[in-house]
């Protein structure tokens, strides 16, 4: 059952940015979709014990894949689906609970709650370029003569 819920929580938040970010109506499922898949793979990955740092990576590399696909067969910009996409990812409540333990000069909690927060961060950034690399080798290799 927390599946089912995780899911649609997941669902409704990307589609919801979606329309924070001015997508097109058309879209709004799309972008939903996709940020529910990457949040699913997120959790069954760390379901799983993997590293949520891995699990971030992971996910983000399926989102922008996704949001790849999307964005050519509806004739879109990649970037509607992949930042709608991402947003279940975001370590938010990770980086909030840094900073209320700052507050309370709880400094070894908050360092290591931001430092989490922070590589999380940089694994999504990381996720959306190595899709983008992977995309660019295939491009290339699609227009490259064979010898």
């Given amino acids: 059952m927390m599946i089912v819920e995780q899911l649609i929580t997941s669902f409704i938040a ?3 940015f979606g329309i924070i970010f001015n997508a097109p109506k058309s879209s709004l499922i799309k972008c939903g979709l996709v ?20 699990a971030t990576l992971v996910a983000a590399v399926i989102v922008a894949v996704t949001s790849q ?8 910009p990649i970037i509607i ?5 991402v947003i279940p990812l975001v370590p938010g409540g990770l980086a909030y609970d ?8 709880d400094y070894n909690t908050a360092i290591n709650l931001a430092a989490k927060a922070l590589m999380i961060s940089g694994s ?24």
């Fill in 14 to 16: 990307s589609a919801a």
């Fill in 124 to 147: 999504i950034a990381m996720g959306l370029v190595v899709s983008e690399v992977i995309n660019q080798i295939i491009r290339n290799a699609k227009l490259s003569p064979k010898n």
């Fill in 81 to 85: 689906f992949s930042v709608a996409g």
């Fill in 35 to 54: 940020g529910m898949l990457g949040w699913i793979i997120y959790i069954i990955m760390t379901i799983q014990s993997y590293d949520p740092i891995l």
């Fill in 98 to 105: 840094a900073m209320r333990n700052f507050v309370e000069n």
């Fill in 69 to 76: 696909i999307f964005a050519k067969v509806y004739k879109t």
